[in-house]
């Protein structure tokens, strides 16, 4: 069974940067795309991007392409999401994701609360 | 990009009640949708995929149903668990999430 263990929450200073650590076990790490999706909150679900290890490549959504990184390592199976200058309204839970066998969501980290606050 | 949009916001509902969930995309994404449940403090759950495919282990009593661009999460019989928020989520181009639909305890 596939299981995304996420790094602890994190505070953070405007204007500073965070990263955040998806470790995933079971299945195939490389083959699926893995992205990130935030909530902030009280709010909805907003896909941030995405990286496909066995390709090397990564997606964006437009509104985050200027400050965000996302990485994976497939020799320790680990994602990262990098999002820079960070402002107050990036404080939400940020979410790892995989798909199954489809392109939906089917596996889910537990969530990583990311407070910018001065 | 495409956009969803669902309705209702908020629905209250009693248990036992069928209820109905839509979600409409601003152009053609097939069958690519899928529908999540997200109870507070937890990370969302899938429930079906490929518009109309239920999940292993997700109970029946949860239906999707559509194509192109409306699509419908049917509850059959609510139950005290079902009470939760539901997502909408097209993955044709990229991935974008409906607003949500809140399912409140009449």
């Known amino acids: 069974q596939v299981q995304l263990v996420q790094s602890g929450s994190e505070v953070k200073k405007p204007g500073s940067s965070v990263t955040v650590s998806c470790k995933a076990s079971g299945g195939t790490f490389g083959n699926y795309a893995l992205s990130w999706v935030r909530q902030a909150p009280g709010q909805g679900l907003e896909w941030m991007g995405r990286v496909i290890p066995v390709l090397g490549t990564t997606n964006y959504a437009q509104d985050f392409q200027d400050r965000v990184t996302i990485t994976a390592d497939k020799s320790t199976n680990i994602a990262y999401l990098s999002l820079r200058s960070l402002r107050s309204d990036d404080t939400a839970v940020y979410y790892c994701t995989r798909g199954g066998d489809s392109g939906s969501f089917a596996f889910w980290g537990q969530g990583t609360l990311v407070t910018v606050s001065s | ?106």
């Open chain 2, 1 to 106: 990009d495409i956009q969803m949009t669902q309705s209702p916001s908020t629905l209250s509902a009693f248990v036992g009640d069928r209820v109905t969930i839509t979600c409409r995309a601003s152009q053609s994404i097939h069958i690519w949708l899928a529908w999540y449940q997200q109870r507070p403090g937890r990370a969302p759950k899938l429930l079906v995929y490929d518009a109309s495919i239920l999940e292993s282990g997700v109970p029946s009593r949860f239906s999707g149903s559509g194509s192109g661009t409306e699509f419908t999460l049917t509850i059959s019989s609510l139950q005290p668990d079902d009470f939760a928020t539901y997502y909408c989520q097209q993955y044709d181009t990229f991935y974008t999430f409906g607003q949500g639909t809140k399912v409140e305890i009449k």
